[in-house]
């Protein structure tokens, strides 16, 4: 589902909600909110910088909050922090652009090797011929991506924070062309290839998405193609967070190979379903234990020598 229909069924998510007592099972919690309605940026700082894993799975769930000034705090916080630790994960720039040869359009530097049969005759009677001209000019990478995001089952916490953090890296990594959807019978569309949406939006969405149903994995692979189609890029690569174990009929070797390309982050230690995919397939994958493993296991997939 997309548009007026995602943006419902995000709502609906969002009616489930966490008592404080509930809340209460972190460690941190009463320090970061010590009271009915408030939340203590500087305990929470605190928390970060001490275990930055735990923290942002409580600032997860804190977003479904049962207070509904701590749930409002929270959301506002949570994307920032959630794109903040993603812009600072160092990656490799190789593939970001590249320098190529194309015709001559009117600028660019002219490149005297391959146009050497564009210039006729010898002195002043050397003629020209425009069309055959070179040029050597700066080529942007040309890559579209699709995060697929598992919310099967009870997602909270963790694995909320872990596909919160997805979505924030791959809204920098690929910020013009890029989709998100998340799955559990049916697939939500958090952010379409063909449309802008702020990072911190796209972030706040996956976390009011929280895991419901079965797995629909074969669907969830079809629609990402579906969204692929709407680019232009050269690559178009799915990225499926998810243990890959479905609960719901269809052929998902067959919707999997239909992927131009398919990158697969699993949680560890419950990633067999994943790696039999993955080697079905032809599919790169890595396994994160942390939120905080998800920038550095992108890269590892994504980054091709």
Request: proline share 4%; net charge negative.
């Amino acid at each position: 589902m997309e548009g007026a229909a995602a943006e419902a069924a995000e709502k609906e998510a969002g009616r489930r909600t966490k008592s404080r007592t509930e809340l209460s099972r972190y460690p941190n919690f009463e320090q970061v909110s010590p009271e009915v309605g408030e939340l203590d940026e500087a305990a929470l700082d605190r928390a970060m910088r001490e275990n930055p894993d735990d923290t942002l799975s409580m600032v997860a769930d804190l977003t479904a909050a049962t207070d509904p000034k701590l749930r409002e705090a929270a959301k506002h916080i949570a994307a920032r922090l959630m794109l903040d630790l993603a812009g600072t994960t160092k990656r490799r720039r190789k593939g970001i652009g590249r320098i190529v040869t194309q015709p001559f359009r009117g600028d660019g530097d002219i490149d005297i090797d391959t146009s050497i049969e564009a210039f006729e005759g010898s002195g002043a009677r050397r003629r020209v011929k425009v069309e055959e001209l070179r040029v050597r000019s700066w080529s942007k990478r040309d890559t579209a991506l699709c995060l697929v995001v598992d919310r099967s089952g009870s997602m909270g916490g963790k694995p909320l924070a872990t596909s919160a953090l997805a979505a924030a890296a791959v809204s920098l990594r690929e910020p013009d062309d890029y989709s998100v959807l998340a799955f559990g019978r049916e697939v939500i569309v958090a952010k379409s290839q063909d449309m802008q949406r702020p990072g911190v939006e796209v972030v706040n969405s996956l976390l009011s998405l929280r895991g419901f149903g079965t797995t629909d994995l074969a669907g969830a692979l079809r629609a990402a193609v579906e969204q692929l189609s709407r680019s232009r890029a050269t690559r178009k690569v799915v990225v499926l967070l998810s243990d890959c174990r479905a609960t719901e009929t269809g052929d998902v070797e067959a919707a999997a190979r239909a992927v131009d390309e398919l990158c697969i982050v699993a949680p560890e230690g419950d990633d067999a379903e994943a790696r039999t995919l993955a080697a079905s397939v032809g599919a790169r994958i890595a396994t994160v234990a942390e939120p905080t493993d998800v920038p550095v296991a992108l890269c590892e997939v994504l980054d091709r020598n």
